[in-house]
Structure formats: structure tokens, C-alpha cells
């Protein structure tokens, strides 16, 4: 697995003009791996856009190395980097702590009388967005942490995880039909309880719509 990411070109308007929607961004990802589209093989590539002291980047992880010019395509020549992932999947180990940062879509399934198959909408309030993520945690090989108050240690103890970011990016689907997704980071401190579970989350991505830059969760060592 590898780990790329590109500083995006977000001053020159010229050269990204066409990234209007999720699915041009979802577009200049899978042009960046011009091997498989030559090979006929569509694999899914894991992607968010993060924002960094006042600059934006795509993140994006694979199986193969992208190519670098198609990475850069919307990016800042001279930005782009890949890096092997696998190091970091074969130091994961059961009840290890890590710092992490996840940008998903928080959904739900809702089921009418007499409909055979549920129709998905979005959580919309902050506190379903988190017990969205707080239902998914144990299943997904990791559970979040809750810290005690050091100034008030009498406190019942409180999630050491927030929501960083809350947005409704625009998708479209077929020409002039377009929707708006649900788009939601949480960053915060998390163990990890099943390894291999845990493993496959950060490669499989979490909840729905990971084509279209939701999904992506990365970790760092707790220090």
C-alpha cells in the first residue's frame, strides 16, 4: 500500500477550473494511476482533502504508486510525494493508542412500511454525527477514548475525539443532476482492539461513498 499526497493548486484558478464536484476530484485520482486504466482494472483508491495551515491537499491511498505528473495535475509542481504505507500496518498491534483523523459520510437507513429496501439519509446534527462514529468503533477494530478532567477529576469522563469540519460538497452524478454530500472530519485519540480489523479499516475505509472522498482514515503514534 502507499500513501501519496499533493499540495492543490487552490490559487490558480486556471489550472483548476474543472474541479467543481466530488466527481472531478474522484476523476483526477483515478487518472493518476494510468496503468490501470490502460489494464482495464478499476481498483478503489481511498481519498480525502485535508486542509494544512492554510493550504489544501489531496491524500490519496493505493495499492500501486500513482503516476506523479497525473498527481500533479491539479497540484503544485514539485509537491507531490508517496510513501510506502505498509511500514506503518506492520507496527499496528492490539491496544496500541493513535491519533487519528477520519473525513466520512455519516448516514442512516430508514425503512417505510411496506417498502422492501430503506432509503439513506444523512446525519445532520453534530451529536449523530458522533454516535455515527461511536457505533462504528468497536466493529472497525478500535475503541475511541475517554479522558478524566484534570482540573475537575470528579467529572464523568468525556470522548477525547471532536468534529473539525462539516460540509455539504456538491456530487454530480449524471449531467445537471447534482447532490450534495454530507462531509465530515473528526479527529481525536483512539486504541486499537482488533489489529487486523483495525488494519483492514484504514485500508478498506469506513461508511459510505469512498469513491467520493469520504472514508479515509489515518493515524499517528500517540506520543
Known amino acids: 500500500m502507499y500513501l501519496s ?3 492543490i493548486a487552490s490559487h490558480n484558478r486556471a489550472k483548476i477550473k474543472d474541479l467543481t464536484h466530488l466527481g472531478a476530484y474522484h476523476n483526477w485520482v483515478e487518472q493518476s494511476f494510468p496503468e490501470e486504466i490502460q489494464a482495464n482494472q478499476r ?3 481511498l481519498w480525502r482533502i485535508d486542509q494544512l495551515a492554510g493550504k489544501q491537499y489531496l491524500l490519496v491511498l493505493s495499492e500501486q504508486q500513482p503516476a506523479r505528473a497525473e498527481l ?3 497540484g503544485v509542481p514539485g509537491t ?3 510513501k510506502s504505507y505498509d511500514r506503518l500496518l506492520d507496527r499496528i498491534q492490539t491496544g496500541q493508542l493513535y491519533q487519528f483523523r477520519l473525513t466520512a459520510n455519516p448516514t442512516h437507513t430508514i ?4 417498502e422492501r429496501q430503506g432509503r439513506v439519509f444523512p446525519h445532520i446534527t453534530i451529536e449523530q454525527q458522533r454516535k455515527w462514529l461511536i457505533d462504528r468503533a468497536e466493529k472497525s477494530g478500535f ?3 475517554k479522558q478524566q478532567s484534570a482540573i475537575n477529576p470528579d ?3 468525556t470522548w477525547s475525539f471532536d468534529i473539525v469540519g462539516r460540509e455539504w460538497p456538491m456530487l454530480h452524478r449524471k449531467a445537471g443532476h447534482g447532490v450534495r454530500l454530507s462531509r465530515v472530519t473528526f479527529e481525536g485519540l483512539l486504541r486499537v ?3 487486523d480489523t483495525f488494519k483492514q479499516t484504514l485500508t478498506k475505509g469506513i461508511g459510505r461513498e469512498k469513491a467520493f472522498g469520504m472514508g479515509l482514515m489515518t493515524v499517528i503514534p500517540e506520543a
Not at 111 to 114: D, K, R, S, W
Open 80 to 82: 507531490a510525494m508517496t
Open 43 to 45: 481498483r478503489r483508491h
Open 5 to 7: 499526497r499533493v499540495e
Open 72 to 74: 500533479e495535475r491539479y
Open 111 to 114: 425503512t417505510a412500511p411496506g
Open 143 to 145: 475503541q475511541l477514548v
Open 155 to 157: 467529572d464523568t469522563p
Open 193 to 195: 482492539s482488533d489489529a
